[in-house]
């Protein structure tokens, strides 16, 4: 194991920056040196409050920037993602960019070509990726198990859940339900199928709960989706359904599904209650379905039991990555494709049609 020890800022310290500190504190290679906000006085107050003693307090991220740091975990709300990485990634700082990438796909595209041509590291936070069962998951897929994988469907909803905030804002979050949730349920189904190549989406999104005060405090401000399906073809002629809700007079919008012609497999959301659904990446218990024995027949695959703190996994991996000098775990390259599909669902909902996915790389 590498001695070296690495400088890390925090950029954005509101909700979730508190669980980066909380995770990089736990890794004792890394010292916190800086963190900023937009708000003045917020960094100042979030060092003082996370008791991050001797860290520089900056009200910009440019100010930040210009520090002595080798990796960055950027933590605003999602307008600012591409701003902040782009300008992170040509300082020459590591990036940890907090889900969803970007707001729109111009974003993503113009990350990817900063990171090319900066030789960069830009790492997108979805940490259900490092449960091991969503490790099985792919191994079970890419095992060809199930043979030619045909058709797969994923989402999920919540019964009533809806963010306010920066959450509900057009300018600030870009999109809602698909860019909050539905980002982990797409990364875990593409993820799964080793990220296929989208060629066109067809879909349909709403808002009849975000915009009506009986369901939302903030009605009279939300302008995003609360509702999202839509139908993704691949350029191996695959075809997913994904559906993802905020609130809904539903318990649940379905289990995830891998149909091949060989087998099938069911996968299903862990926990209840209203919260509760695959999006956040906690599986409850995976089926495979197949023929044998002269008959139909299931399975259900025993997962492996863990108590992982996923958040820490995430940001320990990336941290190591910065410090060993390893490519970024998951890749802004990758994640680029499902930018691709959403910036899809939203023009086809937009355009009431299907519409073409174009990818540059
Ligand atoms: N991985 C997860 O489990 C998880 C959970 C919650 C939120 N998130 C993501 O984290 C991001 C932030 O969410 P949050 O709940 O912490 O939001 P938040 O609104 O609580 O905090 C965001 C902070 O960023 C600051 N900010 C805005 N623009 C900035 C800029 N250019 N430079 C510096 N600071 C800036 C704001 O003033 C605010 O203090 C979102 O993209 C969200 O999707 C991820």
Redesign the pocket.
Known sequence: MSERRIKVGI???????RYHVMSYRKLPFVDIVAV????PG?AREFAEKEGLVGAGAYD??TELLAQDLDAVSI????A??H??SVDAVRAGKKVLL???MSVTLEEALDMVQTVKTHDGMLSI?F?PRYDPNMKLLQDIIQSGRLGNVYYAETGGGRRRGMPG??FISKALAGAGAMA?IGCYSLDMALNTLGYPRPVSVSAFTSNHFGTNPLYHQEASKFEVEDFGVAMVRFDNDLVLQFKISWAMHMDTLGATMFLGTDAGLKVTPAGSGPWSGVWDGAIGSMTLYHDDFGGHTSTAVPLIGHSLDL?FEKVRDFAEAVRDGRPAPIPAEQILIQQAIIDGVLRSADQRREVEVKLPY
């Open positions: 950029i954005g310290t509101g909700g979730i920056a900023a906000d937009v708000i917020r910009s991220h933590c605003t709300p999602n600012s993602h701003r902040t907090e889900k969803p936070g940490q905030g920066t909050d958040f």
